[in-house]
């Protein structure tokens, strides 16, 4: 089926729901044109409906995209659980719950340096499978997640000799916030709650990589004593099996605090609406998650039929990270990439996931990846894919031009048509058109026996829309 | 005072090209916060503006993200208190036959001994290299990503933006040169956040455009000529993003890194900071006039097996360091380097071998005229009843105070009731 008969066969769309289906593509997934599946996906049920599918992730056959992600790479290899990502974010079409583990998998920020392959893999494919459901449950699947045990050294908190890493970023970023209210008494307290928490790391004897990675709990390591934070829970103590009760019920408490709910919102809403969402919207979502009892199903569905969420102030308004500007523009492109060779790209960008050194994760707020320090290495990524200078990401130009453009006008509407959603301003489009026009006058006739001749500066030209500052934001 | 010199900042917008009205939109749509702000228009115009000599006073502002142990970089060993705090990971004095021995400073403290360069300038004939001990400031924050706001921004509020980029607004005059701040960080850090056009680039070797001569002019033509007015304002931070990218490219042509040839057979390490120190010589030699760099060694957060990774992180700070000033040579008399950390750690260990977020740390000066071969600041002694908290040095320096002797003495002044507002200064006497 060839992507104009697609076209053609998509019902059209009622006028107030193009809009609403466009921003749902532009933030819902790791970037669409309409020739990209999830778009005709969107196109044939309507947005709403395609909403309410992705929020049911395993309703979604996505078992091309599965056998892809274990064969691609080892899981326990360092880059293991990264490229996994990478291979979801390309190629899977449940867009929502992977943008959504990546959302999560950045809250809740490891340093993949100081854990294994094995337990970031792991631990993606938990937040996979806990992104629509309770957030006490993935914030307990955290506190438990060998990743975050190795990277905030729960494993060292033991009685008598507290670490207090855990139990202060527990508090400041993953739940209460800052400014939650809590003194450093607290973080003492709390860090004695954890303790006795920690993994078992199992060698794999050929590769001696870690090839499994689990979570115990030492009664002999914990604090049995009794415990008290200032904003309102205790626990007198317990010894034994008991003692990790603690844990599991001030990690549910956390997550009921009404700091929590207004803070995880406000990230939510960041990330997938504006660097500076409306207090209202976000006080909306915030109700929603309250209302629910933390059920993230229920608080993302509401923040994406909020009525502010497609607003035209909240169009084309975030700035893409690293990862989301170079998966955009791969999944524009019908072509057999190495996902390897992407991976190493977005290293360059520095945005891979699991590589962000200290536990605040990446900057949700799009203005944060502006400036000079990271267009230049994306306009670099631009200049060099655009002139097949990459090797494993070569430009599908077949796909590009199915037929040879015979005018700089047809080959520009062709370019734009593919990697860029809404119009550009005009006088954009008018000075690429005769940037065009003027190539092709000087070597096209038609029947164009010199388009080897126009192909450098049709590869300019592309190397141009991926550097545009439109390129850069969704 | 502070009106005019506004005005003059101001004036100086808008009379180069008459887009106030959109740097005021930027403005208002809070690119302040994002640091994404600058007057590329006005730079384009100061970019016609001679060269100053080869006088520009230079800082270095190097920050060592995680909260460093300060107390084993310079270590209290003359304090009774320290050894018994510090069992298994503690600092001894030279041949105590301490587990690690460090490096004579006075009879108090010791150096890590992995800082064999520093300690050799702390203890040169005329020393330009100094510690300011029992630093941070009041009330404290054990969180890191408050306190080294709190340190970037020198307590003013995140409003207001970073200290550097305060001292840049209020010694603004029309002649300034294109680029004064230059960070080697992908994004501009809190401390030049502001106003004041900064920039930063994630290392010298990415200010380069590899692609087409045709497509650079092409993209630069269209991030000038494109109207903002209508844009949203992240869009407009979208497009003064690319309008910066071309305002660096064309300012740094001159450099070229991967032939930089350090002088007197400095050799810096590979890693980032000594990547980075080498890149900042490279500048500061090419006379451009830039007059702060920020640079950040990351890793400092050792709240386990604290021994074996604070002396990978102190060997590479030490060289780095020191072959950036065998680098600099005579040149060295206008930099002065300082280090900063967002809180000293805890002056006991943990069961972990590591210690947790404290209050008190220390910073190093290095270069310029400071005044070397001194520990500066009162010591608070590590007894229980002194400590924070029972846990933590206290500062009894702020570290405000330091850098303000680092702009008037060193930077040739500023005004310290806009950079350091509601500091009652304190003497420390290292400059």
Known sequence: MSPEHVRRAAPILKPSDEAFGKQLLARATFGANRFTDVTNDLRTMGAGHWLEQQLHPDSIDDSICEALVENVVDPTHAHGAGVRLLTRAMYSRRQLAWRMVHFLNNHFSTYRRHTTGISESNEDDKFYSLCFKNFSNVLLMSASSPAMIDFLDSGSNVAGNPNENYARELLELHTISVDGGYTEMDVAELARVFTGWRRVNVLDPVTNRVADSYFEFDPGRHDSGPKALSFGWSTPGFSGHAGRQEGAAVLSF????????????????????????????????????????????????????????????????????????????????????????????????????????????????????????????????????????????????????????????????????????????????????????????????????????????????????????????? | MTSKRQQQITSKQMSSDGSGATRRTILKAGALATGALAMPESLAARSAIAQPGGNTKVTVVLFQHGGADHLNLYAPTGDANYASLRPTIGVGTPGSGAAVEGLHMDAMFSMHPAMLGTNHAFRAQNSSCAVVHACGYSPFSRSHFESMDLYETALAGLTKGGWINRHLQVTATPQDVPVRALALTSSVPMSMKGLYPCYSVAGTEELAYSGASDTKWFLDKLAHGTSLERMLPEQQIAYQAQRDSFALLDRFLVLDPANYAPANGAVYPTSHVGKHLRQIAEVIKADLGVEFFALEQHGWDHHSNLVAKLGVNVEDLDQAVTAFFDDLGAAANNVVLVTMSEFGRTAAENGSGGTDHGVGGAMLLRGGHVRGGQVYGTWPGLAPAALVGGHSLAATSDFRDVLREVLEVHMGGTDAQEVFPGRIYQPIGVL
């Open chain 1, 254 to 474: 956390l997550a009921g605090l009404p700091q929590t709910a207004a803070f995880f919102s406000l990230k939510l809403c960041r990330y997938f609406v504006s660097d500076h969402p409306s207090s209202a919207m976000v006080s909306r979502v915030r109700q929603a998650f309250t209302g629910s009892g933390g059920d993230l199903r229920t608080t993302v569905r509401a923040m994406f039929l909020d009525p502010e969420f497609a607003a035209p102030s909240n169009v084309r308004s975030k700035t893409r990270d690293g990862f989301e500007y170079i998966v955009n523009v791969m999944r524009r492109f019908k072509g057999d990439f190495d996902l390897i060779a992407i991976n190493d790209r977005i290293a360059k960008l520095r945005s891979q996931p699991h590589e962000f050194h200290v536990p605040t994760g990446y900057p949700e707020i799009g203005a944060a990846w502006q400036g000079p320090g990271h267009l230049l290495p994306r306009w670099q990524f631009a200049d060099e894919y655009a002139r097949d200078q990459i090797p494993g990401l070569f430009v599908p130009w077949q796909n590009v031009f199915p037929v040879t453009p015979s005018t700089g006008t047809a080959c520009v509407n062709r370019l734009l048509d593919l990697l860029v959603d809404d119009p550009l301003p005009e006088t954009t489009v008018k000075a690429l058109i005769v940037f065009m026009d003027h190539r092709f006058a000087q070597y096209a006739v038609p029947n164009n026996p010199y388009w080897s001749q126009v192909y450098p500066h049709v590869r300019a030209l592309m190397t141009l829309i991926l550097q545009l500052p439109e390129t850069q934001m969704h």
